[in-house]
Structure formats: structure tokens, C-alpha cells
């Protein structure tokens, strides 16, 4: 957990360095006499640029997957009263505001993953 975040603090600090060059070049290709406004011509194209190099760096990893686990539900697919599972959170899959969730038995949580078979946000369960 320490590693990854120093990772990325050092991707930023790098990718903070590198608005410099930017800019220097932009106020020297805009002779603007008000340095504020050459300094934030320069900030906004930077921001263009780095908008997506941050996207990059900060873009959150999920090591595990989220479920959400009632006891007492009805299965959605067989009907018993029994504890439930589903699926909130995984990489690539997001149903933590889900107005509907469906909740399964272990059973037919077990068949559904299987249905899937390999997919990824089925990785890991129960």
C-alpha cells in the first residue's frame, strides 16, 4: 500500500516537473506584456496536456472485489429466504448505486459466476 502510493507520488512529482518547460516555452512564444496572463495561458495549456497524464497516474486499482451480503433476502433467481450475495465493485464494474440490487443465494450466485465463466469481476467469491 506504501509502495503504490509512493509510486505515484514520485509519477507526480515527475509529471509536475514537467509543466516547467512548458511553461517557459509558452511564455516565450507569447510575448504577452502582463506576465499573469502569459503564466496562465501557459497553466491552461498545461492543464490540457496533464489532465490526462493525471487521469493515468491516479486511476484508481481494485485488488479485490466488493460485495455487499445480506442475511434474510429472497434469491432473485430461485425464490429462498436465505443470506445474499452480489456483486458491488470490481474493476471495470460498478454497481455500488445500483436503485435495484439483485441479491442471490449462494447457489445461484455460484451458477452465475460460472456462467460467466473467466470474466474478470468474477475473479474472486466466496
Same mark, same amino acid.
Given at each position: ?7 505515484? @507520488? *514520485?509519477? @507526480?512529482? #515527475?509529471?509536475?516537473?514537467?509543466? %516547467? ?13 502582463? $506576465?499573469?496572463?502569459?503564466? %496562465? ?20 486499482? +481494485?485488488? @479485490? ?5 445480506? $442475511?434474510? =433476502? ?6 429462498? =429466504?436465505?443470506? *445474499? @450475495? ?9 454497481? =455500488?448505486?445500483?436503485?435495484?440490487? $439483485? #441479491?442471490?443465494? $449462494? ?14 469481476? +468474477?475473479?474472486? #467469491?466466496?
Amino acid at each position: 500500500m506504501v509502495k503504490n502510493f509512493l509510486i505515484k @507520488y *514520485g509519477l @507526480y512529482i #515527475f509529471r509536475w516537473q514537467l509543466s %516547467t518547460p512548458i511553461l517557459a516555452i509558452v511564455i516565450s512564444l507569447f510575448p504577452v506584456k502582463n $506576465e499573469w496572463l502569459s503564466a %496562465t495561458i501557459a497553466n491552461f495549456i498545461g492543464a490540457l496536456i496533464f489532465f490526462w497524464i493525471d487521469k493515468i497516474i491516479f486511476k484508481p486499482k +481494485y485488488n @479485490y472485489d466488493l460485495w455487499s451480503i445480506k $442475511e434474510n =433476502i429472497k434469491c432473485v433467481d430461485c425464490g429462498n =429466504i436465505c443470506r *445474499g @450475495y452480489r456483486l458491488v465493485l470490481s474493476d471495470k464494474y460498478n454497481k =455500488i448505486n445500483d436503485p435495484q440490487p $439483485e #441479491f442471490r443465494c $449462494e447457489a445461484c450466485s455460484q451458477h452465475k459466476r460460472n456462467s460467466f465463466g473467466q470474466r474478470k469481476h +468474477y475473479r474472486r #467469491f466466496l
